[in-house]
Structures are given as structure tokens and as C-alpha cells.
């Protein structure tokens, strides 16, 4: 433990000497985390953000502080992540091409091969460093839906529950028609299975973090396991 608490220490020390002025005057970067000994810059998450803002038909400072955080937090998940489920092969070119197209309908400008390279530049990304995060968040899904959802076990019950307590009620106070069980049971089922999926993937993670050594500026000392 002494040891780990030294390698932390020195991790942090060398964030703060790449935070400081290099002779020309220009911050070259700095640690934002330290997962398992892993570090996050403060350009990595800088890009995240530019991807989510992307991704969302946003900009970069409209993010408040609290969604600044939990895009960190979503880095430190992925980084913990990344050390349970390693990509045996790479994701089709295809899906994410599809997925790209998805992002493009958002921009109008976006319709032209100059159109999408400028909303690109506004977001300080270029098309191959989209692709390849997408192939990896892609990649890394399918590895975690392959570990959680054969777990997973939607029974008849569950869907009848779901269409009487919730969706009778949710159709009935927006005054539309009622649809019959058999047309939605397949819906239901999947819908049930995504929460389980999320639910299972959570407790994953915040297993994954109680027993990990993880640092960052934002909590001082950090999450430490004993």
C-alpha cells in the first residue's frame, strides 16, 4: 500500500510539472485522473467533451460544471472498463460509418463532404479521431453486453407488469388509444432487458470502482480501496 501511495504521489507530481509554463509560456497539459495507475489527461477530456458536445448538437460551453464532471466520470468508467474486456477483433467498418451518418443528420451543413469537415473544426475533432472513438465505444458495449446479458432473463410476468402499471396508465393520461398486449409484449420484453442491462452495468461499475485506486484533482485524495 505504501508503495502504491508513492507511485499515486509521483503520478500527481508529474501532472503538476506538466501543468506548469514551459519557457515559451504555452500549459502543455495536465493529469485529471489517475485510474489504477493509468492517467487521464486533461486533453482527453477536453476531447470527450467536444465528441459529447458533438454528438448532441451542442456546444462545448454549454456544458455546465456538473456535466463537465460526469463526462470525467465517464472516462474513468471506460478506463476501468477497458482493463475487464479487451476487443479481440475490430468493429465493422460499416456500423460505424452508419453511426457517423446518425451524427451528420444533426447538422444541416453537415450534407457535403467541405459541410462536414467544417462542423468538425468547430469541434476541434477530425473524421478519423470520430471514427475511431465510436469503433471503440461501439467495441466496448458489445464486450459488456456480451458479459452482462446472458444474465439477463425477462419472464412473462415481468412484461405483464410493465404493460398493466405502467403503459394502460401512461396511454390513458395522454388520452391515446389502448394497444394490445400482443402488439407490444416484444417491445416491452426489450425495453425491460435495456434497464436490466444499465442496472447490471452499473453495479459493474461502481464495483469495479470500490475496488480500485483512483485519483483525481476534483476529490483530493481520491476513491482509494483500504
Known sequence: MKRLRI??????LLGAVLNAP?????IVDRVVANVNGNVLLQSDWEQELAFEALLNDRTVD?????????ALDRLIDRELLREQVRPS???????????????RKLYPDAATGPGWRTVLQRYELTESALEKRLAEKIGLM?????????????????VESYYRDQ??????????????L?????????LLAEQRLNQLLSGWLASLRSASHIQTPLSGAGDQSP
Open 7 to 12: 507511485h499515486f504521489a509521483l503520478a500527481f
Open 22 to 26: 514551459c519557457l515559451g509560456g504555452e
Open 62 to 70: 454549454s456544458f455546465t460544471p456538473a456535466e463537465r464532471k460526469a
Open 89 to 103: 477483433e475490430a468493429v465493422p467498418a460499416d456500423q460505424v460509418a452508419a453511426r457517423i451518418a446518425e451524427v
Open 142 to 158: 458489445k464486450l459488456v453486453e456480451a458479459r452482462l446479458r446472458p444474465s439477463i432473463q425477462i419472464d412473462q410476468h415481468a
Open 167 to 180: 403503459l394502460l396508465p401512461q396511454l390513458k393520461r395522454s388520452g391515446s388509444p389502448v394497444v394490445p
Open 182 to 190: 400482443p402488439e407490444v409484449f416484444g417491445h416491452i420484453r426489450d
